[in-house]
């Protein structure tokens, strides 16, 4: 698993070093998946980790929410995250339904599951990712194969037609 160090998720989430620190270690609020081993070692970070911490400081930013009040939404979307893959979460949105409880919606999907939610689209969010965790975004489905398509046939096939 590729990990980022404490620099690099600064940069990552527009946080500074110390709001990081804050978020991370003193509040616990999302807390790094290694902690530092001492003094003057950084914490370390997994692309989950870092779409989180984006994900709250949009929440943060935008809808000015109080984010300690909402540790166990955290806890429960950092679980949810890990057992998701990069690259299924592309057009995806994420809806907060209120307290802890969130679903992951298709982006063209104009349907939620309740009547008060904020939605958050994650592609923005995956897409910064991409570049640093190496990891790269779905192939479109508008583009063409590499290789043209060949017709295989199997060797019994090729027998019978020279019976003929």
């Known amino acids: ?21 804050e978020w991370t270690s003193r509040r616990a609020l999302i807390p790094a998946d290694i902690k530092p081993k001492g003094h003057g070692s950084p914490a370390q970070y997994s692309w989950q980790t870092i779409l989180l911490l984006r994900l709250a400081v949009t929440l943060r930013e935008r809808f000015r929410l109080e984010l300690q ?12 995250l890990r057992k998701r893959s990069f690259l299924s979460l592309w057009g995806q949105s994420l809806v907060l339904q209120g307290g802890d409880t969130w679903c992951l919606q298709d982006s063209t999907d104009n ?11 994650l592609d923005s969010h995956l897409q910064i990712l991409s570049d640093d965790f190496s990891m790269s975004p779905p192939i479109p489905t508008a583009q063409f194969p590499l290789f043209p398509a060949t017709g295989v046939t199997s060797d019994s096939a090729v027998a019978f037609g020279r019976r003929r």
Request: charged share 15%; hydrophobic share 45%; net charge positive.
């Open 69 to 80: 009040a909402h540790q166990q939404l955290f806890f429960s979307l950092g679980n949810g």
């Open 1 to 21: 698993m590729h990990l980022v160090t404490t620099r690099d998720a600064a940069r990552l989430t527009g946080l500074s070093t110390d709001q990081l620190r």
């Open 111 to 121: 349907g939620h599951p309740a009547d008060a939610f904020i939605v958050l689209r």
